[in-house]
Structure formats: structure tokens, C-alpha cells
């Protein structure tokens, strides 16, 4: 079992950066890779970024791409989110989550997670 655990949201202006961490518990030797999604109201759970434990490559939604950076913390199994020049529509419950088999082929997908956080939620003001 891995036990995660997001912190860091809370109300932020639009155009200002915002940093998530995600402390990750339990059998944390064993996922393969975090990734963080996020859910607005009414809306899908979408993908927003992951990164792989050995290799520590990265992916990301076109949304987020170029302004946000997912960066890991092997000693302290913490696993970071930045957003800078946050924008409305990046208001969002934001979920970390993990798996056990990474695949560069279905890190995108909800299914593809075992493990869940409960989630923070992000507020953005414009």
C-alpha cells in the first residue's frame, strides 16, 4: 500500500505561481511513477503531469506544458508540482497519484493509477 497525501493548495491570484507537494508513505519502493491530475466542478478528472522514479522523465498536459515544472524528492518521498502564471481555469480539486507499473504509453490515463491522494483544492482569482 502507498499512502499520499497533497498540500500546498489554497486561493492564489491569477498570474502567480503555485507549488503542490505530494508526501508519499507506506510501500513507497515499490510505484513506479506519480503523477498529479486535477478535477474541476462538473468536470473529468484530467491528467496534468508525471514523472518516472528511475529515470525521472517527465510528461505533461499541453495545458500545463511550459509553465509548470513536476520535480521528486527521492530521500524524503516527496513529489512536487509548480504552475506558474496560473490562469482561472486552473482552479481544481489537484490529486496525486500512484502506480506500480509506469508506462510511457498510459501515464495519462486515470486507470493507469493505483493510488490516490484525497486532493487540494486550488483557487484562482482573476
Known amino acids: 500500500q502507498v499512502q499520499l497525501v497533497e498540500s500546498g493548495g489554497g486561493l492564489v491570484q491569477a498570474g502567480d505561481s503555485l507549488r503542490l507537494s505530494c508526501a508519499a508513505s507506506?510501500?513507497?519502493?515499490?510505484?513506479?511513477?506519480i503523477a498529479w491530475f486535477r478535477q474541476a466542478p462538473g468536470k473529468e478528472r484530467t491528467f496534468v503531469a508525471c514523472?518516472?522514479?528511475?529515470?525521472?522523465?517527465?510528461y505533461y498536459a499541453d495545458s500545463v506544458k511550459g509553465r509548470s515544472t513536476i520535480s521528486r524528492d527521492n530521500a524524503n518521498n516527496t513529489i512536487s508540482l509548480q504552475i506558474t502564471t496560473l490562469k482561472p481555469e486552473d482552479a481544481a480539486v489537484y490529486f496525486c497519484a500512484a502506480t506500480l507499473t509506469h508506462s510511457r504509453f498510459t501515464y495519462q490515463f486515470k486507470r493507469s493509477y493505483e493510488y490516490w491522494g484525497q486532493g487540494t483544492q486550488v483557487f484562482v482569482s482573476s
Open positions: 514523472i518516472s522514479k528511475n529515470d525521472g522523465r517527465t
Open positions: 507506506g510501500r513507497t519502493s515499490g510505484h513506479s511513477a
